[in-house]
């Protein structure tokens, strides 16, 4: 499992800034304020970027009044980002994630959670769920599929159904809040992204 994620971030690394260039344009403001939505009080809210990439979500948190914290484990996107924001961006693996107990309202995996090998999904989710405060809220959005899993290319990706997922997220200790596909307006088969928000349960 640690050999798939090496070589997915390996990937990332050799190809950072056509995916900046690729990516930094692409309007995800309706999963922003999805997790937003779901958060408890007024804010301004911690928030931790999972996957942050080259930064343009903490941008988007930041300029909101929110105090978001990027995560990313690969070496490139960290360094981008936080030149772009002046942000606390942390370097740590997806599989080995060391997070304070406590200490996030919110969560945004925005394109990110798909590539965690199912075998090791469970112990991610729980460290994530750890982070997280009483009443915090995490939004993910994956590509969907009915349970493939493997290589794309030199990826390495799962791809759950709504039933698949939802499971596993209930499993974790997370009740739904909503969930809804992207992108928005189109009929079901040109909509390749789910997305869904969840509530950490006591």
Aim: proline letters at 7%; charged letters at 25%; hydrophobic letters at 35%.
């Amino acid at each position: 499992m640690k050999e798939a994620s090496r070589r997915t971030v390996d990937h990332y690394q050799r190809h950072a800034q056509a995916f900046r260039d690729g990516t930094w344009d692409h309007d995800v403001s309706q999963n922003r304020q999805a997790l937003l939505d779901a958060l408890p009080g007024p804010g301004p809210y911690d928030i931790l970027d999972l996957g942050c990439g080259p930064g343009r979500d903490l941008l988007a948190f930041q300029a909101l009044g929110h105090r978001p914290v990027g995560l990313d484990a690969c070496p490139a996107f960290v360094e981008m980002a936080r030149r772009q924001t002046g942000l606390k961006v942390l370097q740590q693996d997806f599989l080995d994630l060391a997070l304070p107990p406590g200490s996030f309202d919110g969560v945004f995996a925005n394109a990110v959670l798909f590539h965690v090998p199912s075998a090791e999904l469970a112990q991610v989710l729980a460290r994530l769920r750890a982070c997280l405060r009483p009443g915090g809220a995490l939004f993910s959005s994956n590509p969907r599929g009915q349970g493939e899993e493997g290589w794309n290319g030199e990826r390495y990706g799962c791809y759950y159904s709504w039933e698949q997922w939802a499971q596993r997220m209930q499993d974790a200790g997370f009740e739904e809040i909503r969930h809804y596909y992207r992108p928005e307006g189109r009929p079901r088969e040109e909509q390749p992204w789910l997305a869904s928000v969840w509530r950490r349960t006591a």
